[in-house]
């Protein structure tokens, strides 16, 4: 099964307004002609200013088993967006949009993909959330979890403490995510912890603009998925030696490297 894909061909992700302060993921995944199975994942901001957007994502050719677009950091105050996802084909004349593979409104609540509702069991839309507890690090140390090799996680959240020491100092905590070296994705921070203070950091999506409440910080994580051998990592500035990292607890959704 999966829709056959010709040489040169795209995906087109058509959004019908704009909205501010939020973030567009698309996640696809097929089988190649010859390089096997691949996976890809592209963000982009949804703008402020009214109007369309269309973005174009290139396709290996071979076969699309599936694919998802989301939007992560709008309020659902804000309303929906129409979205549409389209096959694009580049002949020798002009680009000919050969299916629509879906379309609805999407918010910060729900999906849009191809297969309708994605594919069962693929864990590509909406896969079950499994929380994973990251041991705590050596004092003056941040932390860091490795997607198991062999499979892909959809992050829906973090959580951590910090403990700092009485050395004065403004920390940073920002939570990173690379590919074992270069960077893929970034929730920064931008709120210091001073000396002698316990703060409960939280990253999660839809959390919109940074919340303060007495030790609680609540940051917005935009919808991600992480393969095999990628990093989820906290990278603290001017943490100090004696400062103290733990309760480390991931929510993560497990899914197969590629579908079957």
Do not use: H
Not at 156 to 179: E, I, K, Q
Not at 181 to 207: E, I, K, Q
Not at 211 to 231: E, K, P, Y
């Amino acid at each position: 099964m999966g829709l056959p894909i010709p040489f040169d061909a795209r995906l087109v992700i058509l959004t019908a307004d704009r909205i501010p302060g939020g973030t567009f993921t698309v996640a696809a995944y097929g089988r190649g002609a010859s390089a096997g199975p691949w996976f890809l994942s592209r963000s982009w901001a949804t703008e402020g200013a009214y109007g369309s957007i269309e973005t174009l994502i290139e396709l290996p050719s071979g076969i699309l088993d599936g694919c998802v677009v989301s939007v992560a950091g709008i309020a659902p105050v804000l309303g929906s967006v129409w979205c549409a996802i389209k096959l694009r084909l580049r002949g020798p004349g002009a680009a000919v949009d050969a299916a629509v593979l879906g379309a609805g409104y999407l918010t910060g609540l729900n999906t849009i993909g191809y297969p309708a509702g994605g594919r069962p069991n693929s864990g590509l839309v909406v896969p079950a959330a499994t929380v994973v507890s990251v041991g705590d690090p050596a004092a003056g140390a941040d932390w860091t979890y490795t997607v198991p090799v062999g499979s892909r996680v959809r992050v829906y959240g973090v959580a951590a403490r910090l403990v700092t020491s009485a050395v004065v100092a403004n920390r940073v905590p920002n939570l990173l995510m690379d590919d074992g070296a270069v960077l893929v994705g970034s929730a920064l921070n931008g709120t210091a912890t001073t000396a002698s203070l316990t703060r409960d950091y939280v990253f999660a999506p839809n959390a919109g603009a940074t919340i303060t409440v007495g030790a609680f910080i609540q940051r917005n994580l935009s919808d991600n998925w992480l393969l095999g051998g990628f990093r989820l990592r906290m990278v603290t500035t001017a943490i100090d030696v004696a400062d103290q990292w733990s309760d480390i607890r991931l929510t993560l959704g497990f899914a197969p490297a590629f579908a079957p």
